[in-house]
């Protein structure tokens, strides 16, 4: 498709960043077009068919969609409350098994606490004490709270400089229970001593507070901004692979497509990894040290995944998600042992239609480091070689043994499954070695692991999930922030609170 030749602000990927970004700016009046390499807009919101069945990639479930919480006036604003949505099961969305004994997180911050209490009788006040915590420091962040404000940043520098295990730690002293209320960890990719506190809060805040699946698929979000970004004059190109960000002595001019088009525009921004980012820039405006510091940023594990068809009416749909441990230490998840694959996995089931009384398909995610499928990096999604293929067999097997050991019987209801690995993640999402949530935040270094969505070049930014934090909630907010540069946070917020 031939691009129009100049826009006011590029936008290079169509992940949930770019989409928001893209919407914002072209509902303000800017002459705005989203470039996505690939043939399906979305990024993490994609969905792939198999077997007659809709699989989500990255976004799962989300929280807070309660009327007057905060995902809900993000999407007021947005145009996205017309979604589908199913309620997890407000006795338990989450349930949480640690070596074969299960633990339920409950929706709303009292029921969480009554629910958690039944199996820690003794340590209710501890677990009141971290529902009030976790609230706090939710509300310390005025953008979390659409509150006007010129500071993006937590109130409270410990938030920041303290460690999820730490935090948890000096809220109680009981093993099991630390573990628990860590238990949630592969949301975040949790790294023991080096996570920080408010990464864990502002999650568990987010999902405590309500938790539903999307019907029928996560890529309507991508469809439904999309729908909105043209009616306000912007523009949506696929198969428009950016390999190069041009530049003068002084900025950005525009980029350069892989078919060697060149489209000019006054500010580009990328929704794509800033060490891909980088690479597409050639000009000593990026100067050696600041590239070095983006490349030698670590990036979180990614992840193995299986996608299940079930047999037709076979296997009751389970209105939770399930995260499973084979370690009394839920933090040794990210050392997996390779002999015991996998150590720790979440399981969910897909959600096609209102209340479903049977699961027609579910996903099995588990960790995977890069480094296993490292002798493979060279090669193309489906040109990847038969050693590949039993590569993923073998693990897809372990895996699905692994689920029996947890629900007895469930291998013999499975129709057909796929499997995708750390190559697929990366060929996909252009995050690097596959990373399932980018750039790692690390307490010890807080400054150093945080990337802002300003670059070296006046007028060429960042969005995505390694601005601010990951997830769609962390994710609006990086996109508001990157807006910001353009508008104004305070406009923003008064937009919003005007159609609320």
């Not at 999309?226 to 009616?231: D, G, L, N, T």
Request: proline share 3%; charged share 20%; with cysteine.
């Amino acid at each position: 498709m031939k691009h129009n030749n100049t826009y006011d602000i590029l936008i290079i990927g169509s992940g949930l960043g770019g989409l928001i970004s893209a919407y914002i700016l072209s509902k303000n009046g800017y002459k705005v077009a989203v470039l996505e390499k690939n043939a399906q807009i979305g990024g993490c919101l994609q969905t792939f068919q198999r077997f007659g069945v809709s699989f989500d990639t990255g976004m799962h479930y989300i929280g807070s969609m309660q009327e007057g919480q905060i995902l809900y006036r993000l999407f007021n604003y947005l145009n996205l409350l017309d979604l589908p949505l199913n309620s997890l099961d407000v006795n338990g969305y989450d349930v949480i098994s640690i070596v074969g004994k299960e633990y339920k997180y409950a929706s709303g911050y009292e029921n969480f606490v009554e629910v958690l209490s039944k199996s820690f009788p003794e340590r209710r006040k501890e677990i009141e004490t971290y529902i009030k915590s976790i609230q706090e420091i939710a509300q310390a962040s005025p953008l979390y709270n659409m509150k006007a404000s010129t500071n993006y940043t937590f109130v409270n520098a410990d938030y920041v400089k303290t460690s999820v295990n730490e935090f948890i730690t000096s809220i109680t002293s009981d093993y099991r229970l630390q573990n628990v209320l860590a238990g949630t960890l592969p949301l975040y990719a949790g790294i023991k001593d080096k996570t920080p506190t408010y990464i864990h809060a502002l999650i568990n805040n987010f999902y405590i507070q309500s938790a539903y699946r999307i019907v029928g698929g996560s890529d309507q979000i991508a469809h439904m901004l999309a729908s909105s970004i043209r009616s306000f004059g912007g523009e949506m190109y696929t198969n428009s692979e950016v390999i190069e960000i041009l530049c003068n002595h002084e900025h950005a001019i525009g980029v350069r497509l892989i078919n060697d088009e060149i489209i000019t525009s006054d500010y580009i921004i990328s929704d794509i990894h800033p060490e891909a980012t980088i690479q597409m820039i050639h000009s000593p405006l990026i100067r050696k040290v600041y590239r070095e510091r983006i490349r030698n940023l670590e990036n979180s594990i990614s992840n193995f995944t299986v996608y299940i068809k079930f047999k037709e009416n076979s296997v009751p749909y389970q209105n939770y998600n399930y995260f499973y441990f084979n370690n009394e230490d839920v933090w040794e998840a990210n050392n997996y042992s390779l002999s015991a694959y996998p150590d720790t996995y979440l399981y969910m089931h897909q959600c096609h239609e209102p209340n479903p009384t049977y699961a027609q398909s579910a996903e099995i995610i588990a960790y995977m480091n890069f480094a296993e499928v490292e002798k493979w990096a060279h090669t193309k999604v489906g040109n990847r070689g038969e050693a590949y293929r039993v590569f993923k067999e073998e693990k897809a097997q372990r895996v699905l043994n692994r689920l029996q050991e947890s629900f007895p019987g469930i291998l013999a209801s499975i129709e057909s499954y796929e499997t995708s690995s750390p190559l697929t993640y990366r060929d996909y999402t252009a995050t690097k070695n596959g990373s399932m949530y980018g750039i790692v935040r690390d307490k010890n270094f807080p400054i150093q692991s945080l990337v802002s969505q300003r670059t070296k070049i006046p007028n060429v930014f960042l969005t995505g999930q390694n601005i601010n934090t990951h997830g769609i909630l962390g994710v609006s907010i990086g996109a508001i922030i990157t807006c910001a540069e353009f508008l104004g946070v305070n406009k923003i917020m008064q937009e919003m609170q005007s159609i609320e």
